[in-house]
Nanobody, 124 residues
Framework: QVHLVESGGGLVQAGDSLRLSCAASGDTFSTYAMGWFRQAPGKEREFVASISRTGVNTNYADSVKGRCIISRDNAKNLVYLQMTSLKAEDTAVYYC?????????????????WGQGTRVTVSS
């Protein structure tokens, strides 16, 4: 079992950059593929990015491709989401998720553990 805590959200201007962090505790972090998802007001939760257990493989939603980078530090039990050129439509609560002993996936149901989320608000 792994416990996830997101941080780094806040209020920013359109065009700004922001780095979200997710700290994991509990089980061996390197055994989990990790993902970032987001949920905008009134919308369903959607995939943003995912990263493999070693960090070699990544995958991005088309809506953030070229503007976001997911990375991880297995020594520190951290996963990051670096976001640039933020837009108003990036406003959402961002969630970190962990998938035990498996490959990356864009599917919400594939993940075993979730954090509580961190809110990102982008003003235009």
């Amino acid at each position: 079992q792994v416990h996830l805590v997101e941080s780094g959200g806040g209020l920013v201007q359109a065009g700004d950059s922001l780095r979200l962090s997710c700290a994991a505790s509990g089980d061996t972090f390197s055994t989990y593929a990790m993902g970032w998802f987001r949920q905008a007001p009134g919308k369903e939760r959607e995939f943003v990015a995912s990263i493999s257990r070693t960090g070699v493989n990544t995958n991005y939603a088309d809506s953030v491709k070229g503007r976001c980078i997911i990375s991880r530090d297995n020594a520190k039990n951290l996963v990051y989401l670096q976001m640039t050129s933020l837009k108003a439509e990036d406003t959402a609560v961002y969630y970190c998720a962990a998938r035990f002993n498996a490959n990356i996936s864009p599917h919400i149901g594939a993940y075993d553990y979730w954090g509580q989320g961190t809110r990102v608000t982008v003003s235009s």
